[in-house]
Antibody
Framework: QVQLQESGPGLVKPSGTLSLTCAVS?????????WSWVRQSPGKGLEWVGE???????NYNPSLQSRVTISVDKSKNQFSLKLTSLTAADTAVYYC??????????????WGQGTLVTVSS | DIQMTQSPSSLSASVGDRVTITCRAS??????LNWYQQKPGKAPKVLIY???TLQSGVPSRFSGSGSGTDFSLIISSLQPEDFASYYC?????????FGQGTKLEIK
């Protein structure tokens, strides 16, 4: 049973950079899964931020693409999120999640517990 | 982006009731539709994937149906632990998008 655990600062200043890490345990990040970040704010509900494969291939939400970078560290079995030029609208609970991809569907089958990031001075 | 619209946004029901939540996509998504349950302070948990496939370990009182643009999540007999929020999600195209959620409350 794979487990995911987010970590990072809970408070970040406006115009600053959010940096979060998701540690994967109970399984290798280097298997045939994509690994995603999803955020949830009261104003916008659940929003997919982006994803990464262990090869380093990434896909990002076009609404955030200019500000987002997702990277993977296979040696530490973890992946990370960086989001720049923060505003109050980026205040949210950030989840990391594993995506199961099947021939006819893809869904998030494992999630971290989530970490609240507040953008405020 | 594909817009996902759930209805109702909130719903009051009693234990034992049969409940239906619907989700409409702004364009055809075949059967690339998933349903999640979320309880306060917790991460979402997948219930149904590929429109109608029950995730392992999920009670059989949950079922899903639909294809194309219209989908439904049915809970056949509500149990106390089912009072939560429910979200649909399309994985047909990037960016993956979620419905706005349905909050299921005790009547």
């Amino acid at each position: 049973q794979v487990q995911l655990q987010e970590s990072g600062p809970g408070l970040v200043k406006p115009s600053g950079t959010l940096s979060l890490t998701c540690a994967v345990s109970g399984g290798s990040i280097s298997i045939s899964n994509w690994w995603s970040w999803v955020r949830q704010s009261p104003g916008k509900g659940l929003e997919w931020v982006g994803e990464i494969y262990h090869s380093g291939n990434t896909n990002y939400n076009p609404s955030l693409q200019s500000r987002v970078t997702i990277s993977v560290d296979k040696s530490k079995n973890q992946f990370s999120l960086k989001l720049t030029s923060l505003t109050a609208a980026d205040t949210a609970v950030y989840y990391c999640a594993r995506e199961e991809r099947l021939p006819a569907c893809a869904y998030f089958d494992s999630w971290g517990q989530g970490t609240l990031v507040t953008v405020s001075s | 982006d594909i817009q996902m619209t759930q209805s109702p946004s909130s719903l009051s029901a009693s234990v034992g009731d049969r409940v239906t939540i619907t989700c409409r996509a702004s364009q055809n998504i075949d059967r690339y539709l998933n349903w999640y349950q979320q309880k306060p302070g917790k991460a979402p948990k997948v219930l149904i994937y590929a429109a109608s496939t029950l995730q392992s370990g999920v009670p059989s009182r949950f079922s899903g149906s639909g294809s194309g643009t219209d989908f439904s999540l049915i809970i056949s007999s509500l149990q106390p632990e089912d009072f939560a929020s429910y979200y649909c999600q399309q994985s047909y195209s990037t960016p993956q998008t979620f419905g706005q959620g349905t909050k299921l409350e005790i009547k």
